[in-house]
């Protein structure tokens, strides 16, 4: 079990928006700034978003990610069947540990 | 170009030791916390250690505590993992990836392709 809660599974049509949520607690989500990694099968993960909000160069803006209180979302717009991968949040809590959430398969259909 | 490598995985018996190795190349590796992240097949990413750019900062996820330790050489640009006492739920792709600097801890914008260890008699 994952301390941070993400949906197993979301599906949506080709062109359409998606969201993935992502729910902590004031330990990590609460106090820290949330990440979003995209990740094929037999390939490293990539960084999609950083401090809740931001993209790194070279994503493109069909990616967009928010936070608010203890929980954070990943949205995509124009779903492509490219997208079609394993999504993870990421934060680091107060603990000093980084932490993970169970991944979200998310499915073009 | 930014790269990772990682190394040294491969079958292992239970209750033995093994060592990985994250070669860097492409930045300056002295300036930057690394981690080491891991998957299980079938299952989902598991942070697993952070060690500071100098060394002397080191942090691990509480199913490793006490078994693994971190270290870099950072006149060779290499980072390590060493393994002990190792289980079965071992078992996994073992990453090592960069913390992106001027970010919120915990942010791993570089990763490598992973190495696999396998426990097993």
């Known amino acids: 079990q994952s301390v941070l809660t993400q949906p197993p599974s979301v599906s949506a049509a080709p062109g359409q928006k998606v969201t993935i949520s992502c729910s902590g607690s004031?330990?990590?989500?609460?106090?820290?700034?949330v990440s979003w990694y995209q990740k094929f099968p037999g390939t490293a993960p990539k960084l999609l978003i950083f401090?809740?909000?931001k993209r790194p160069s070279g994503i493109p803006d069909r990616f967009s990610g928010s936070k608010s209180g203890t929980s954070a979302t990943l949205a995509i717009t124009g779903l492509q069947t490219g997208d079609e991968a394993d999504y993870y949040c990421?934060?680091?809590?107060?603990?000093?540990?980084?932490?993970f959430g169970g991944g979200t398969k998310l499915t073009v259909l | 170009q930014v790269r990772l490598v990682e190394s040294g995985g491969g079958v292992v018996q239970p209750g033995k030791s093994l060592r990985l190795s994250c070669a860097a190349s492409g930045f300056t590796f002295s300036s930057y916390t690394m981690h080491w992240v891991r998957q299980a097949p079938g299952m989902g990413l598991e942070w697993l250690a952070v060690i500071s750019y100098v060394g002397n900062n080191q942090f691990f996820a509480d199913s490793v505590k006490g078994r693994f330790s971190i270290s870099r050489d950072n006149s060779q640009k290499t980072l390590f993992l060493q393994m002990n006492r190792m289980r079965a739920e071992d078992t996994a792709v073992y990453y090592c990836?960069?913390?992106?600097?001027?970010?919120?801890?915990?942010?791993?914008?570089?990763w490598g392709q992973g190495t696999m260890v396998t426990v097993s008699s």
């Open positions: 990421g934060t680091w809590d107060n603990s000093l540990s980084a932490l």
């Open positions: 990836a960069r913390e992106r600097d001027s970010s919120g801890l915990g942010v791993f914008d570089v």
């Open positions: 401090d809740s909000d």
């Open positions: 004031s330990s990590n989500i609460g106090s820290n700034y």
